[in-house]
T-cell receptor
Framework: AQTVTQSQPEMSVQEAETVTLSCTYD???????LFWYKQPPSRQMILVIR??????QNATENRFSVNFQKAAKSFSLKISDSQLGDAAMYFC?????????FGKGTLLTVNP | NAGVTQTPKFQVLKTGQSMTLQCAQD?????MSWYRQDPGMGLRLIHY???????DQGEVPNGYNVSRSTTEDFPLRLLSAAPSQTSVYFC?????????FGDGTRLSIL
């Protein structure tokens, strides 16, 4: 079974600075997707960024980028120029064979 | 275009009662799924469907039933509610990644 591990239950960052959230996963599949979702207090699940496993290039979406290390099964999220609106719970997720598996989440606090 | 619509948004039940959480999508997605979110646990897959007439179990299926008679709808049934089923429930759909999530249903079992 696939597993996703987020080793940081909570993180904090100063506004305008950079923070990296960690995620590791375990799978025997070669073709899969990885995601980072953001969940603000409104509880909406908002897609931040996605990465296809077959792509070597790391995905980037504006201030959000990933460091995808397939051999190490690592998928970290870097948030640059952090903003107050980035404060939320962040979930790393893996999908293979239709089943989406989530990590337990990292609560990010942004300090003004 | 409403996306994924879940009803109700909130519900309180007594132990032993049954109810159905509704999920509908208007994007003609083949794949639909149900998750529950508990504090400190992330989201866990309950049941999923890869098309009309096809359903399968996820990680935590006990106490829940699903059916998929149409592409649009994927209801989740609690057969006999238990306090352990108190949670926030999310429905999601996709044809290709990523999945689109509904806004969730907060369910409390007393």
């Amino acid at each position: 079974a696939q597993t996703v591990t987020q080793s940081q239950p909570e993180m904090s960052v100063q506004e305008a600075e950079t923070v990296t959230l960690s995620c590791t996963y375990d799978t025997s599949e070669s073709d899969y997707y990885l995601f980072w979702y953001k969940q603000p207090p409104s509880r909406q699940m908002i897609l931040v960024i996605r990465q296809e496993a077959y792509k070597q290039q790391n995905a980037t979406e504006n201030r959000f980028s990933v460091n995808f290390q397939k051999a190490a099964k690592s998928f970290s999220l870097k948030i640059s120029d952090s903003q107050l609106g980035d404060a939320a719970m962040y979930f790393c997720a893996y999908i293979g064979n239709y089943k989406l598996t989530f990590g337990k989440g990292t609560l990010l606090t942004v300090n003004p | 275009n409403a996306g994924v619509t879940q009803t109700p948004k909130f519900q309180v039940l007594k132990t032993g009662q049954s109810m159905t959480l509704q999920c509908a999508q208007d994007m003609n997605h083949e794949y639909m799924s149900w998750y529950r979110q508990d504090p400190g646990m992330g989201l866990r897959l309950i049941h999923y469907s890869v098309g009309a007439g096809i359903t399968d179990q996820g990680e935590v299926p006990n106490g829940y039933n699903v059916s998929r008679s149409t592409t649009e709808d994927f209801p989740l049934r609690l057969l006999s509610a238990a306090p352990s089923q108190t949670s926030v429930y999310f429905c999601a759909s996709t044809n290709n990644q990523p999945q689109h999530f509904g806004d969730g249903t907060r369910l409390s079992i007393l």
